[in-house]
């Protein structure tokens, strides 16, 4: 039911009275520890001032509000949200009664039972207008980001500019899917989706079918640009997107090619028969919310819930929100490194083995290498060669510092070419950086970055991702590598850094001769166990073959818990 075609109760010709009264909640709200950690009592009610004389001489249910609607939507939203005060759990639930039902004016008062010392409980009643909320800027709630400050959404009707930040959902099971989303992009860039042809993207992540279950994994992300176009025109624009790529239509949730969303357009709140903005599904989705959480600035709040998208995100990690069981597994839904063929491994770490000679490389890759690091220009030439008529040979990383820029470049200008760069720091400063971005893009390659120590280059690992995007690399192809493993404080606060601070894959080198740490050589498969237990996406190894089995074990121990965000 679209309650904004609701004209009947809109004007206030008469001032009439609908009130819900004592709707019992468990919420999360307070700022003490415990009420941070346990859900308390509070009892809502909700009195709509509204013109009811038309409905009423109508007497005619679809042409007023139904209260049964209004009572589930409120009680929902108490439920998930997470407030420190109960004058926001108020405003919260006055605006969604206020902005989804088109209510003038609402009265909420909420009471705490023994809220406070002495008394039996504590209340808070507030009164707003509908023209309070349809005036707010959102923008309040964006927060800084220094690496998405460019696009950071404002959220007004449009910009100054004329531009709206729209927010876009990506899917893909059919066929070589980074490639169907990578070709995706490059529609949004060539269509006049983004106005100044830049889209940033989130990491990759694996989902498994969620509602027609019997079908290959998904590929999703989320990707933003600053676009000029109305909802419906860009919603016309990726349906044609759609089908250039190649997507037909068969049944319901069924296997696609590629499946573009709308999530968010500025500020834009829309329902209608084709479009409904933000998209209705939006909260109940992890395969969407975690992608976006990678690139939304970080207090981004949902324009309708009023609720912060981490808020949302972590309360369907904690299973808060009544899933029902089975329809999407957080334990399954991993961020990818697009090059590496997970699919012919059991883990979900990519073990990769770093050899300097042909024989090496033969036993490595025999031995179930997700990949191989070389640093030779001949023998990477020579490996090349030998597997282009064998797909199943493992990926190809070619080590890359200042003194292989001039190798690197030749290699990547060949038709049969690397899967992946590792670049040293150092290449960083170099005038062919910019080249080598090129080509890693065009060739939907991916970058490891390895940052090389010391702490204070981790803690720049978004301004050097900058750097590599505005140079026309996506954030799906970018892993980072510290470059830590002989300093096990920095190495262990990297690696345990929130994904929402590093959101890209994590890399571990562990393929030195004497792994020292404290003195002491460290055992490789010891080191393997907890580079994966601090949720690594890759591991370097000399040789996998005494780790491979360690790697798979790690995984099934530490790796099968919800993603963090």
């Known amino acids: 039911m679209d309650h904004s075609k609701k004209k009947c109760c809109t004007?206030?010709?008469?001032?009439?009275?609908?009130?819900?009264?004592?709707?019992?909640?468990?919420?999360?709200?307070?700022?003490?520890?415990?009420?941070?950690?346990?859900?308390?009592?509070?009892?809502?009610?909700?009195e709509m001032f509204l013109d009811t004389s038309s409905c009423s001489l109508c007497d005619d249910l679809q042409r007023t509000i139904s209260y049964a609607t209004v009572s589930r939507e409120v009680h929902k939203y108490a439920?998930?949200?997470?407030?420190?005060?109960?004058?926001?759990?108020?405003?919260?639930?006055?605006?969604?009664?206020?902005?989804?039902?088109?209510v003038p004016e609402c009265r909420v008062r909420i009471e705490k039972p023994r809220a406070v010392p002495l008394a039996d409980q504590a209340v808070v009643e507030i009164l707003r207008k509908r023209s309070f909320?349809?005036?707010?800027?959102?923008?309040?709630?964006?927060?800084?980001?220094?690496?998405?400050?460019?696009?950071?959404?404002?959220?007004?009707?449009?910009?100054?500019?004329?531009?709206?930040?729209a927010f876009l959902a990506l899917g893909s099971n059919v066929g070589n899917t980074f490639e169907n989303l990578s070709n995706a992009v490059d529609r949004l860039k060539s269509s006049g989706v983004a106005v100044d042809g830049r889209v940033i993207t989130s990491g990759m992540f694996v989902t498994p079918a969620t509602y027609e279950t019997d079908q290959e994994d998904f590929c999703n992300a989320v990707v933003a640009c600053r676009t000029t176009m109305d909802p419906?025109?860009?919603?016309?624009?990726?349906?044609?997107?759609?089908?250039?790529?190649?997507?037909?239509?068969?049944?319901?949730?069924?296997?696609?090619?590629?499946?573009?969303?709308?999530?968010?357009?500025?500020?834009?709140?829309?329902?209608?028969?084709?479009?409904?903005?933000?998209?209705?599904?939006?909260?109940?989705?992890?395969f969407v919310l975690l992608p976006l959480c990678d690139i939304a600035p970080i207090n981004m709040h949902h324009p309708v819930l009023d609720l912060p998208l981490r808020d949302?995100?972590?309360?369907?990690?904690?299973?808060?929100?009544g899933r029902i069981p089975g329809e999407e597994d957080a334990s399954k839904i991993r961020r990818i490194i697009p090059f590496v063929k997970t699919k012919s491994s059991k883990s979900k770490t990519a073990v990769v083995a770093q050899v300097h000679s042909e024989s090496e490389l033969n036993t490595e890759v025999k031995a179930g290498a997700d990949a191989v690091l070389v640093q030779d220009?001949?023998?990477?030439?020579?490996?090349?060669?030998?597997?282009?008529?064998?797909?199943?040979?493992?990926?190809?990383?070619?080590?890359t510092d200042s003194g292989r820029v001039d190798d690197c470049l030749n290699l990547l200008n060949q038709e049969n070419t690397i899967d992946a760069v590792y670049l040293s720091f150092t290449v960083l400063s170099s005038d062919k950086l910019k080249e080598i971005a090129e080509k890693v893009s065009?060739?939907?390659?991916?970058?490891?970055?390895?940052?090389?120590?010391?702490?204070?280059?981790?803690?720049?690992?978004?301004?050097?991702?900058?750097?590599l995007e505005g140079l026309g690399v996506s954030r799906w192809q970018i892993t980072i590598d510290p470059g830590l493993t002989n300093d096990p404080k920095a190495l262990q606060k990297y690696m345990t850094t929130p994904p929402i601070i590093i959101p890209y894959p994590k890399c571990l080198h562990?393929?030195?001769?004497?792994?020292?740490?404290?003195?002491?050589?460290?055992?490789?498969?010891?080191?393997?166990?907890?580079?994966?237990?601090?949720?690594?996406?890759?591991?370097?190894?000399?040789?996998?073959?005494?780790?491979?089995?360690?790697?798979?074990?790690?995984?099934?121990l530490y790796k099968s818990s919800t993603p963090e965000i």
């Open 442 to 467: 065009s060739k939907r390659l991916t970058i490891i970055l390895e940052l090389n120590g010391p702490g204070s280059r981790v803690a720049d690992a978004t301004d050097y991702v900058s750097l």
């Open 133 to 165: 909320f349809t005036s707010e800027i959102a923008n309040n709630h964006i927060g800084s980001n220094s690496q998405f400050a460019s696009l950071r959404p404002n959220y007004t009707e449009t910009s100054p500019t004329g531009q709206s930040v």
């Open 232 to 286: 419906f025109l860009l919603l016309r624009t990726v349906k044609e997107i759609e089908e250039t790529l190649g997507r037909v239509t068969t049944y319901r949730n069924g296997p696609r090619v590629i499946d573009i969303d709308i999530i968010f357009h500025g500020s834009t709140v829309l329902k209608s028969d084709i479009l409904t903005i933000p998209h209705e599904n939006l909260h109940k989705r992890l």
């Open 377 to 399: 220009k001949s023998l990477a030439e020579m490996y090349l060669k030998k597997r282009v008529n064998d797909e199943q040979q493992a990926p190809l990383i070619f080590f």
């Open 11 to 46: 004007s206030l010709a008469f001032r009439d009275s609908v009130k819900i009264e004592g709707l019992a909640c468990q919420c999360i709200v307070g700022v003490k520890e415990p009420e941070r950690l346990h859900r308390q009592k509070v009892v809502i009610e909700v």
């Open 510 to 556: 562990l393929a030195s001769d004497n792994l020292m740490i404290g003195g002491q050589t460290i055992d490789p498969t010891v080191l393997v166990s907890a580079a994966i237990q601090t949720k690594a996406d890759m591991v370097i190894v000399k040789s996998v073959i005494p780790v491979k089995n360690v790697a798979e074990s790690a995984d099934t």
């Open 79 to 102: 439920e998930v949200s997470q407030h420190g005060l109960l004058e926001t759990l108020a405003h919260g639930i006055a605006r969604i009664v206020c902005m989804n039902f088109s």
């Open 312 to 321: 949302l995100t972590n309360s369907l990690l904690s299973n808060t929100l």
